[in-house]
């Protein structure tokens, strides 16, 4: 699943074909994938509109549009969004697309069709719940230390939880923990200082580094112009890449923890500290 640096790299990378564009029109293919509004009301709110910025929020994109509406998309389980010409051949699996003036198409490939789209007026219905993203400058040691210190769940479950911090998903949280040292089935709140701390820059590390290799590609992921990233060759222990550890050479463990298959290491992650 996209997280928040596959989110991150479409955004930077879709943001200089669409902003400053009109929207011409918008096909769907798959109308299941619309939330709100109406099929009719959103052709009818969304044609003719200029796209004046895109933003990520978590693992969201908002589009904002001239009217003052925003476009919200949610790319789940295997989203992809691949720019092209209006005279492309659509990727497989397209869901949607949105045509902009000049001849350029933003086809919504979803193979799952999990993925979500959405116009709305305020960003604060989709978005204003969610924790807060973990690569800017509010997100301290302290303020996840006194987040954790309130939660009694897994730590794994618990990076997860987007309503604790945006934007990380299975991948990032069990690189960050292999990083971090701290085993996945831990109690948020008995971390102490230095592990918080560790967990804190392990966290903006994975991301960072992700971001740079334009996000990971395990699955369904690709960037706008349809290559894969290459985050994954960075990856520790996440999706089970590696069969032993690469710092001491113990088979990695998988374990789900509330659902979602976890790796670590349980002579550098232990349990009992
Ligand atoms: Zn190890």
């Known amino acids: 699943m996209p997280e928040l640096p596959e989110v991150e ?5 879709l943001e200089p074909y669409v902003v400053g564009r009109n929207i011409s ?21 969304l044609s003719g509109q200029g796209i004046t910025g895109l933003k990520r929020r978590g693992k969201y994109l908002i589009f904002s549009l001239s009217s003052g509406d925003l476009l919200v998309i949610h790319l789940k389980m295997s989203g992809s969004l ?3 010409k209006d005279s492309s051949e659509p990727p497989k699996y397209t869901r949607a697309i949105i045509r902009l003036d000049g001849g350029t198409s933003i086809f919504f490939s979803d193979p799952r069709k999990f993925g979500k789209i959405q116009l709305v007026k305020d960003k604060d219905d989709i978005v204003g719940k969610l924790g807060p993203e973990p690569l800017e400058a509010d997100f301290t040691p302290e303020v996840l230390a006194q987040r954790l210190s309130k939660r009694k769940a897994p730590i794994k479950a618990i990076l997860l939880d987007q309503g604790f911090v945006a934007g990380i ?6 690189e960050a923990l292999f990083s971090a040292g701290i085993h996945p ?11 918080v701390a560790r967990l804190h820059s392990a966290i903006q ?5 992700a971001i740079t290799n334009k996000g990971a590609s395990i699955v369904n992921y690709l960037r706008p112009d349809g290559t894969p990233g290459t985050a994954q060759f960075q990856f520790r222990v996440a999706h089970g890449r590696a069969k032993n550890c690469p710092v001491c050479g113990t088979p990695i463990a998988h374990i789900p923890i509330r659902g979602r298959g976890s790796y670590f290491c349980s002579k550098c992650q232990p349990e009992k500290v």
């Open 9 to 13: 790299t479409i955004k930077n990378e």
């Open 25 to 45: 029109g918008v096909t769907l293919f798959w109308e299941g994938m619309l939330r709100q509004p109406s099929v009719r009301e959103f052709h009818s709110r």
């Open 82 to 84: 691949i720019v092209g």
């Open 169 to 174: 998903g299975n991948m990032y949280a069990d």
């Open 185 to 195: 089935l831990r109690p948020a709140s008995s971390l102490s200082q230095d592990e």
């Open 205 to 209: 590390q994975v991301l960072r580094s």
